[in-house]
């Protein structure tokens, strides 16, 4: 079994970022050999569709390699709320329509959600509409695409890149706040969520499904 992860972004130095800090989450995991998240990242674009060709590989996972931009209603900016949520909604979108005729039977679709969805916070209107989206995204293209599986995991708060755009001290103060206020006592690595996409990719009878890995926060 092979699998290829595909990074979207604005950003060419941070699809490189964020693909190289997956490659070593797959190896801190431990996962099989044949499992290879180091696949090329490719933006959602005409070239995308060859992409998909060069990998032919029958599993992929889709995720935007950005950092979050959350956003004020009272002060939003439009402009800058449509790019984000072309980037992560219409990208995931884009990313399944130009994979769509390369998908092999038994292959699998995991996209990417968040908690924010569920649990949002002030300024994270576009950030929690967009996982809605996502969700129900993953939910119906489960049964346009049957027998092809479709899933997304839905993290909670993790520490990874995701957090970029926030100062050192700032992202470390979230991550205390969040650690004391949930169950698991602690915030997620990317280690766990790597099992998750392994979980989704693997897992035969799923589809569908939103994989939640949160630490209980829909619980806090």
């Known amino acids: ?45 005409p070239p995308a569709r060859a992409k ?3 990998l032919g590989k ?17 002060t939003l900016d439009l402009d800058k709320a449509r790019e ?15 994979a769509v005729p390369h998908l092999q039977p038994g292959g699998s679709v995991t996209l990417t959600s968040g908690i924010a969805g569920r649990r949002p916070g002030p300024g994270w209107a576009v ?17 346009e695409l049957a027998p092809i599986r479709v899933n997304a995991v839905c993290p909670g708060v993790v520490r990874s890149p995701l957090w970029a755009s926030m100062t050192p001290a700032s992202r470390e103060q979230l991550y205390r706040d969040t650690a004391a206020g949930i169950p698991a006592g602690r915030v997620g690595e990317t280690d766990d969520i790597a099992r998750a996409y392994l979980y989704c990719l693997t897992q035969p009878f799923a589809t569908g499904s939103i994989l939640t890995v949160d630490g209980g926060t829909v619980l806090a």
């Open 84 to 98: 984000f949520f072309a980037l992560r909604y219409f990208g995931a979108l884009g990313a399944v329509h130009a």
């Open 58 to 74: 029958p599993f992929g996972s889709f995720t935007a390699g950005e950092p979050l931009a959350l956003m004020d209603v009272a």
């Open 1 to 45: 079994m092979v699998a290829g992860v595909i990074w979207n972004s604005k950003s060419v130095e941070k699809l490189w970022m964020f693909n190289g800090a997956e490659y070593q989450t797959a190896r801190a995991s431990k996962l099989p050999p044949s499992v290879n998240c180091n696949a090329p990242p490719v933006t959602v674009a």
């Open 52 to 54: 998909f060709a060069a």
């Open 127 to 143: 950030a929690a509409s967009i996982c809605g989206a996502v969700e129900s995204l993953t939910r119906a293209l489960a049964v």
